[in-house]
Structures are given as C-alpha cells and as structure tokens.
C-alpha cells in the first residue's frame, strides 16, 4: 500500500523556485522522509532526507510540517536540468530481508519551461 | 559521493539468449544491494534484496529460478536473466547500501544508471 501521495505532475517556469508537495498521514515517529529523483532513462539519484527539522543541501530544501503528516520539497531556481520524477519516500522495513527498502509509488512528474 | 557502477547500459539481444547485469559500489562496501525493474512509464519495482554473502529474498511474484542473484563480494553483484523473453524487456536498476545501513533508514540507497535490456 502506498504511504505517501503525490500529484501526478507539476509544471514550473525556468529560474522559478518549484513546490513539490507530499502527504504521509500515517508516518510513524521513527520514519525518515526521503526524496529521490529519476531523470529520463536514469536511475533514480537522491535528493534529500530528514525526520523533523527542515533540512537543506546543494541540491534542494526539505520542509517538514509540524505533524509530519506531510512535506515540501523546494528546489530555489529550476533549471531545464531539473525536469524529472520527484519520488518522495518513507522506508520500509522488509523484515524477510532484513533490512529497509525503498518502496517507489508513482511520484511527481516535473516539467520545466525554458 | 558514493557511486554504483551499472554495465552494461544497454543489451540488445535475441530469445532464449541468458544475460548477465553487473553492479558495483566502486567507493564504499555494499553489504545489501537490490535490484529493481521498471517498465516504461511505470515506477520501479523491487525485484530482490541480496545481502554479501547469502541468498537473496525475491519479492512476491519474481522467479528466482529466472532472475538469479549473486552477490559474492562487498563490491559486486550480478543478475542473470536465464532464458530471457521479449517480455522480459525492461529497464533493470541496482542499488547498494553500506556496510551497517541494514537496519538504519537514515542513510541514502545509491543506485547505478540502470541497463535497458531488450529481447528480439
């Protein structure tokens, strides 16, 4: 079953900061939210991660709400580089393998307008 | 940062021909890798967790008699496509986590460019 949601695309002008919105209403206190990006015919790359605090690197923001029910990620000025599918992410535990998993919904298909 | 190193990146090939697919961590020891598949304009599925040095856990609905897994070193894991099919045709990607990441989901999966196979 799908924890998190996301809409099916976004689009976003060039140089424009970009939104990416994301629910996980039943996140668990332990839960890390993960964002990971698949450019076309690539594997997918990671973006960013966090629990509580917003968090920030070279590539992105990650805002978290208060509840954690949901997130944002924000990246400051689109480039053409940055059209892909935003996957966001809560890892889960695969008890059989014994170890965590990523498991991919269908994530957020961004376009970016030259 | 870490980099997962995927070859080939691209397999043409015909019926019934078995394909092996390489992934390596080229600057950190992998002790879990997994290997996921994903059809166009479709997300990716896990296919199979391998951990160095045992058997991998496929996931519900993957032959494992089809899809063999051998991840025999730190650095290096391989999937055989035995007797492959056109329906076998798809995007496959690997991935690899450090060594004592098993059980901590505050680390990042790195994952190799992926190797689009194509069976005639």
């Known amino acids: 079953d799908a924890k998190t949601t996301q809409p099916n695309s976004m689009e976003s002008n060039e140089e424009e900061p970009v939104h990416l919105p994301c629910n996980h209403s039943?996140?668990?206190?332990?839960?890390?939210i993960h964002w990971y990006r698949q450019l076309p015919s690539q594997g997918p790359e990671y973006v960013i991660h966090?629990?509580?605090s917003n968090v920030n690197n070279r590539m992105a923001s990650l805002a978290i709400a208060e509840d954690r029910k949901s997130s944002t990620l924000i990246l400051h000025r689109a480039t053409l580089r940055d059209a892909a599918v935003y996957y966001c992410?809560?890892?889960?535990?695969?008890?059989?393998?014994?170890?965590?998993?990523?498991?991919f919904g269908k994530g957020t298909k961004l376009s970016v307008i030259p | 940062g870490a980099v997962v190193s995927q070859h080939p990146s691209r397999v043409i090939c015909k019926s019934g021909t078995s394909v092996k697919i390489e992934c390596r961590s080229l600057?950190?020891?992998?002790?879990?890798m997994f290997w996921y598949r994903q059809f166009p304009k479709q997300s990716l599925m896990l296919m199979a967790t391998?951990?160095?040095?045992?058997?991998?856990?496929?996931e519900q609905g993957v032959e494992k008699d089809k899809f063999l897994i051998n991840h025999a070193s730190l650095t290096l894991s391989t999937l055989t496509v035995t007797s492959a099919h056109p329906e076998d045709s798809s995007f496959y990607i690997c991935?690899?986590?450090?060594?004592?990441?098993?059980?901590?989901?505050?680390?990042?999966?790195?994952f190799g460019d992926g190797t689009r196979l194509s069976i005639l």
């Open positions: 991935s690899a986590r450090g060594h004592g990441q098993a059980w901590d989901s505050n680390q990042p999966q790195h």
């Open positions: 039943t996140i668990s206190g332990t839960d890390y």
């Open positions: 966090g629990l509580t």
């Open positions: 992410i809560l890892r889960d535990l695969n008890s059989g393998a014994g170890s965590y998993q990523l498991t």
């Open positions: 600057d950190f020891q992998a002790t879990t």
């Open positions: 391998s951990n160095e040095g045992s058997k991998a856990t496929y």
